[in-house]
């Protein structure tokens, strides 16, 4: 249940709707007597035509990006004939002439093109070469505006990124024509773990302090200090940058000294957010400190919240309709402007919503705080609106990002935001130029603002944050299995070849009359699902991905805490494979023969039985998340978050052959024989994930299963053996042994009564086992290299951050780890690349699974013959 506000907002006056409408068309017939920028008013052009957007940021992205002429050339002769009518002739016509001959000539051709498409979105950013920036912020200043600067630059993938942007933030404070910046915590700090809160917190705040502390200090040339405003981009860091803003001022050298906050109001947390600022605020005025600054946004990371909810399976962070984040705004805005909290908080209200700005700019006019307000608009975005407003309300603050001119790629991200909100009918930018000549779009956007007042004032507009597990609860779920828990359903009515030959059932229904595993029909086999795309099915009958743990939330870092502190000590798993250590041949025969006995047993179960064990054997694994996290570290070394992610693949194992095992007594005209016995020998390197998929799969079939574990990962298997036993899987079914991999290995191996043995392993164990028993039915996924191909086109900075997250996960200890990376053509010149990719890799942070910033933690053992002989010996020109 989400939580609401305490009370809707205090009611304004009735007629400050209206009053605020009359002020917005007042504003918009102002704005028409300015001249237009000719850039932006291009740049609006080209966005209505329906090709326009498409046009815009595959140039932005595909041609002003890559470092290679020809990949460049490529995305040019691709998207110019999508070129907007729009466009002055010369420039459509370089461009479509520029297409048809950059393949062949990209050298003259690209550089043109860029040239041409930098003048078009040159009004959006600024240069910030010294000799440059001067001239500008003089003539941005020269119509009465105040600037807020923002540094953007590389992406940052390690420390030495991350300290050079620090200095440029820090140069532009020193400035005496700069008196406001942005900075991102983000930018100036690299490979931050949402794990590792505290210390995080910590570093940063250790960062920025001197940044404050400069301007805090202020400049004899211009008598005053320099604003810092903390800006946000991502969900994760609501959070972490509160903490951090707090922190700093809490420095008692910094007591005096105002400062800023931004704060997202799609978000459903900013309005508890806006609470406890203003409340840690108020008691900073009380104790003799200054005001802080709040700016208010609406937000503007959808796409990439969408992303990340949609890969991690989490609930979108943000409100789902645009209509709740206005209204949303609204509502900070009654709260924010409340005299008793603009003794404390001056408020930015930020954003090119004319309505908006009128409401908020009357409403803080009746509470008689206007000296405690100020309005911030984006640089280049509807000037005309910025320099009517501007003569009502006195100065607006400019949003101006500044970048170097040879990493003007850098702000593509910026610029695509900008484009598409320049683009998107349900933004107010895209109407913002012809408000003025076109009745309907100022009576739409007119409506929209009625229609967020209104739902401002309904209660049932949900506040507090989307997000709410909480691994903690998970641990006491119950993972015992239901009898009976599904039956077959009836066949569909249409299911295409492939049921027509299978006789697949296309949902799994209960008896309850409810449809199981996210309750989605389906009509394929477990491998393949048309579903597949929608981030909710994933190639079989109902089967849904576990969600991650979401560390964002303060609930989930506590409990990984309390996960951490037991891993030193831990003992888990120890009494279980104590008993399960065999060491004579005639007890490892016992045990064989006593699976094999039980073994049809499990397997004459119906699939719906052994479907829904294995349904519990996925509450029972979720359920001890913690505890197989805790052993995983404290046995073989896997950091938290590596950890975490294999114990949901774990579950997802017992889930999806739950769904698949149910198919096979649906083979019309067949019946299914399983294997009685099968030997799952499972590697040490995932020492929960692999295991548990071996033994459920076999479970599934209707096998029975003898489950040897790696010797460096015992007691992991232990857990996972725990945990399936726990949710109802006989033990005479499965049973853990723990021998040599000696003599008694190669008993159990060869034995007769063993039907199949499933290994992970090396290539020469795989050869072992099949000299020892030359008909053994052996399954074996052996070793191999995984290579990355990184072609010029590529993103430069992703490419090397993903290069370095593959070769370095668990240590580089999976064959899965990126062994090899082959950089197609400019890219093994590129200087960026390899800049990149050893800034990424020398920031690493190395050290034990217990510390929560460790991202690598230690090799499994001492390294010895050809391990040994790769990290110490380097061949002719490595």
Sequence with gaps: MQETPDTAPSAPSGDLAPRAIDLAARWVAEAAEFPADASAQR???????????SFTIGFVDGVMRPESLTAAASTLSRIAPLAPEFLPWYLRGAVKV????????????????????????SHLVVDARPDKLGPAIAALREGGAKLNLNLLGEAVLGEREALRRLEGIHDLIRRPDVDYVSVKVSAIASHISMWAFDEIVDAVVERLTPLYLTAAAGLPENGGRTFINLDMEEYRDLDLTIAVFTRILEDERLRDLEAGIVLQAYLPDALPALRELTAWARQRVADGGARIKIRLVKGANLAMERVDAIMHDWSLATYDRKVDADANYLRCLDEALQPKNTDAVRLGVAGHNLFDIAYAWLLAGERGVREDIEIEMLLGMAQGQVAAISREVGHVLLYVPVVHPQEFDVAISYLVRRLEENASSENFLSAAFDLADDPALFERERDRFVASLERAADPGLPTGPNRRQNRADEQDADGAAEPRILRDSPPPRAGGLTQAVLGIASSAASDDGIARFGGVEYVETAIYSATESDGVAAGAPGFRNARDTDPALPANREWARQVLERMPVSTAGDDTIEASRVTDAERLEKIIAGVRDAAPRWGAMPAADRSA????????????????????????????????VEVSEAVDFANYYAATARELDRVSGAVFVPARVTVVTPPWNFPIAIPAGGVLAALAAGSGVIFKPAPQARRCAAVVAEALWSAGVPRDVLALVDIDEGGLGQQLVSHPDVDRVILTGSFETASLFRSWRPDLPLLAETSGKNAMVIMPSADLDLAASDLIKSAFGHAGQKCSAASLAILVGPVGRSERFARQLVDAATSLRVGPPTDPRSEMGPVIEPPRGKLQWALTTLDEGE
Aim: no cysteine; aromatic share 2%; net charge positive.
């Design 43 to 53: 740049l609006a052009g080209v966005l209505k035509d329906p090709n326009g957007l």
């Design 613 to 644: 064990v294995l349904q519990a054997a996925a509450r029972a694994l979720g359920a001890r998340r913690g505890e197989l996290i805790e052993v995983a570290g404290s046995e073989t070394g896997k950091v938290f978050a590596e950890a975490d």
């Design 98 to 121: 520029g297409g048809a001959v950059a393949p062949v000539l990209p050298s003259p051709v690209v550089p043109i093109a860029r040239r041409a498409l930098r003048e078009m979105v």
